[in-house]
């Protein structure tokens, strides 16, 4: 069972199941555990080739036990998420914790992962039970629908889930509308129907450099 402490310590309470964590996420912990590394990336040979060319470390620990285990990640704000069957996009450094019953991997996002700066893939998690995931500042839900697509700056996205398109699109992003920026930049428009978490504080983006 996942439960928040807070807003930045995500207690776990397992009896005799097991979560994957980000690495040298764990703060605490009672009762009997054990603790597995694990290669993050997806599974396989694809997950090899993955990770060779996103160049991203996402080194996941399997945590298994009776007990309560804490987990927090540099005073990160935390958010949970309930996958019914559904697929969780989320940027890897952004994935905090899942159910080891959850399925994880990677795909392919096109350009949009290239203005990020960290590659041309994007984590994904599916299946039934709950993650948790990281933002700088309380996450923000925004809902998508068919009559109301949503345009996000690349800096303040975390994650999105449902049956929602993404599409990469060059354009004023609103640093640079506001004067803050220079030269080109990007947006990601989402439509369909789903959410689309975002963060209050944008990282520094490639994008708004180019």
């Not at 060319?53 to 298994?64: D, I, S």
């Not at 220079?182 to 983006?205: C, H, K, M, N």
Request: glycine share 16%; proline share 2%; hydrophobic share 35%.
């Amino acid at each position: 069972m996942f439960r928040l402490q807070g807003s930045k310590v995500l207690a776990v309470d397992m009896t005799g199941d097991a979560v994957k964590a980000k690495n040298g996420s764990m703060v605490a912990y009672d009762g009997q555990m054990a603790f597995k590394k694990l290669s993050g990336g997806g599974e396989g040979l694809r997950g090899m080739v993955t990770r060779r060319l996103t160049g991203e470390q996402m080194t996941v620990m399997e945590v298994k036990g009776h007990g309560t285990c804490w987990f927090a990640d540099r005073a990160s704000e935390i958010n949970l998420v309930s996958l019914q069957g559904d697929k969780l996009y989320v940027e890897a450094g952004n994935l905090l914790v899942t159910d080891a019953g959850l399925r994880t991997g990677t795909t392919f996002t096109g350009v949009r992962g290239a203005s990020q700066g960290n590659g041309l893939f994007t984590t994904t998690v599916e299946g039934h039970g709950q993650a948790a995931i990281l933002s700088d500042g309380p996450a923000v839900v925004l809902r998508v629908t068919p009559q109301y697509p949503l345009t996000v700056d690349p800096g303040a996205y975390v994650a999105h889930q449902g049956d929602v398109r993404q599409s990469f699109q060059s354009g004023v992003t609103f640093r640079t509308f506001l004067g803050e920026g220079g030269g080109e930049a990007f947006q990601i428009r989402f439509e369909g129907d789903g959410l689309v978490y975002v963060q209050p504080s944008e990282r520094t983006t490639i994008a708004g450099d180019v």
